[in-house]
């Protein structure tokens, strides 16, 4: 598959590690970090030690996996390792991991020492088609997602499919739904190509293809003050769903089983608000529906979920503001959204 060249790092696809053992090599680090987790230190980064097995001058920080590791806390033991470990501003972080490790890693690394060099290699499907594209690094705070965080780019994204022969078909799920709303915002021709595949493990060139989507609209508007936004699609609803379930649920919720009862929501909101048919709410409904478990949303949740949805950081003027679709392959951007709107719109995926 081509390499994807985005703003100004590339993106790549083929004989991903190996690109990444010449990136380190030419680039003349005094010292590389590659940042894992539980999961990704036992499944992805025994083959990244193998290519390196004539480097020396490497270390590994290895966190725990999970949406719980992506706080101050997990960050502040980063900074600290890399100080024990004489890192310098000459030092390369390697987030080797899902979304969590890519935020993480590159949040540690865009503040440690005003901003070492940092490279992501996406292990998580999610990671691959969305988190690790498009420069936005962050950390949560008393399960407010992503509320710290910097707009900074990696100096280069190294996908290796087969990384994926090891995910959970739950994670393949989660990523799954970034590449729904792909198609959804921007291309119906990406969408239909979804709808007719084995989604139980989406192919490679549905990955590539999935990529160049989130490249070519971060590339337009690196800081979200325009089209980036289209990306927030089923996001508004979905972060308070995913913050409600990871506070409440035992086993929470995946983000991309979050954003997928986010799109129905925001869906049904487009059908109202900004002139989607019924007949492509219905479509959408469907192969969501046909894709995702059932989520149980108590009417009881619904004030809490709103007053998450206020605290979203997309808001402005104390507004819950959200991307709708006009048509599948469409958006709208910036509608603000009523409580009872909002409700409306749980109430209604509450009782499909
Ligand atoms: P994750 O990083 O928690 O990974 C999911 C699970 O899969 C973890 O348990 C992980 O250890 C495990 N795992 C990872 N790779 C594996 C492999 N190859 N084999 C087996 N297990 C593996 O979650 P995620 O879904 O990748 O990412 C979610 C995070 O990404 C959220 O925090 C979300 O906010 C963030 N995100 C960021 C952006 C962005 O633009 N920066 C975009 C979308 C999502
Ligand atoms: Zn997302």
Same mark, same amino acid.
């Given at each position: 598959?081509?390499?994807?060249?985005? =703003?100004?790092?590339?993106?790549?696809? =083929?004989?991903? @590690?190996?690109?990444?053992?010449?990136?380190?090599?030419?680039?003349?680090?005094?010292?590389?970090?590659?940042?894992?987790?539980?999961?990704?230190?036992?499944?992805?980064?025994?083959?990244?030690?193998?290519?390196?097995? =004539?480097?020396?001058?490497? +270390?590994?920080?290895?966190?725990?996996?999970?949406?719980?590791?992506?706080?101050?806390?997990?960050?502040?033991?980063?900074?600290?390792?890399?100080? +024990?470990?004489?890192?310098?501003?000459?030092?390369?972080? @390697?987030? #080797?991991?899902?979304?969590?490790?890519?935020?993480?890693?590159?949040?540690?690394?865009?503040?440690?020492?005003?901003?070492?060099?940092?490279?992501?290699?996406? *292990?998580?499907?999610?990671?691959?088609?969305?988190?690790?594209?498009?420069?936005?690094?962050?950390?949560?705070?008393?399960?407010?997602?992503?509320?710290?965080?910097?707009?900074?780019?990696?100096?280069?994204?190294?996908?290796?499919?087969?990384? #994926?022969? *090891?995910?959970?078909?739950?994670?393949?799920?989660?990523?799954?739904?970034?590449?729904?709303?792909?198609?959804?915002?921007? =291309?119906?021709?990406?969408?239909?190509?979804?709808?007719?595949?084995?989604?139980?493990?989406?192919?490679?060139?549905?990955?590539?293809?999935?990529?160049?989507?989130?490249?070519?609209?971060?590339?337009? +508007?690196?800081?979200?003050?325009?089209?980036?936004?289209?990306?927030?699609?089923?996001?508004?609803?979905?972060?308070?769903?995913?913050?409600?379930?990871?506070?409440?649920?035992?086993?929470?919720?995946?983000?991309?089983?979050?954003?997928?009862?986010?799109? @129905?929501?925001?869906?049904?909101?487009?059908?109202?608000?900004?002139?989607?048919?019924?007949?492509?709410?219905?479509?959408?409904?469907?192969?969501?529906?046909?894709?995702?478990?059932?989520?149980?949303?108590?009417?009881?949740?619904?004030?809490?979920?709103?007053?998450?949805?206020?605290?979203?950081?997309?808001?402005?003027?104390?507004?819950?503001?959200?991307?709708?679709?006009?048509?599948?392959?469409?958006?709208?951007?910036?509608?603000?959204?009523?409580?009872?709107?909002?409700?409306?719109? #749980?109430?209604?995926?509450?009782?499909?």
């Amino acid at each position: 598959m081509k390499t994807i060249q985005s =703003d100004n790092y590339p993106i790549f696809f =083929d004989n991903s @590690i190996t690109e990444l053992v010449n990136f380190v090599k030419q680039g003349n680090y005094s010292r590389s970090f590659i940042l894992t987790d539980e999961n990704t230190g036992v499944h992805c980064l025994p083959a990244l030690k193998e290519q390196f097995a =004539d480097m020396d001058n490497f +270390d590994i920080i290895e966190i725990n996996a999970g949406e719980e590791s992506k706080d101050i806390d997990f960050c502040i033991g980063i900074w600290k390792m890399l100080i +024990d470990f004489g890192a310098d501003r000459k030092s390369l972080m @390697i987030n #080797l991991g899902g979304g969590v490790i890519s935020d993480m890693g590159g949040f540690a690394a865009s503040t440690f020492k005003r901003g070492i060099d940092f490279v992501h290699v996406p *292990t998580t499907l999610l990671s691959q088609v969305d988190a690790s594209v498009g420069g936005k690094t962050g950390i949560d705070i008393d399960s407010i997602k992503n509320i710290i965080g910097t707009f900074t780019q990696p100096k280069a994204v190294f996908i290796a499919y087969d990384f #994926l022969n *090891t995910l959970p078909a739950r994670q393949i799920l989660s990523g799954l739904a970034e590449m729904l709303k792909h198609g959804l915002i921007v =291309d119906k021709a990406y969408w239909e190509a979804l709808k007719s595949s084995d989604l139980s493990k989406p192919s490679v060139e549905l990955v590539h293809w999935s990529v160049e989507i989130k490249n070519k609209v971060v590339i337009e +508007d690196p800081t979200e003050k325009g089209i980036r936004k289209a990306l927030n699609f089923g996001h508004t609803v979905g972060h308070a769903v995913e913050t409600n379930s990871l506070i409440n649920d035992k086993t929470p919720l995946t983000h991309g089983e979050a954003i997928a009862i986010g799109m @129905i929501c925001e869906a049904y909101l487009s059908h109202k608000k900004t002139g989607l048919s019924s007949a492509e709410l219905e479509e959408i409904v469907k192969v969501i529906s046909d894709l995702y478990p059932k989520y149980n949303i108590k009417e009881s949740s619904h004030k809490a979920l709103c007053a998450l949805m206020l605290k979203d950081k997309k808001n402005q003027n104390g507004k819950i503001n959200c991307t709708l679709l006009t048509r599948i392959g469409q958006c709208n951007l910036d509608n603000i959204c009523t409580d009872a709107e909002l409700c409306d719109s #749980l109430s209604y995926y509450a009782n499909l």
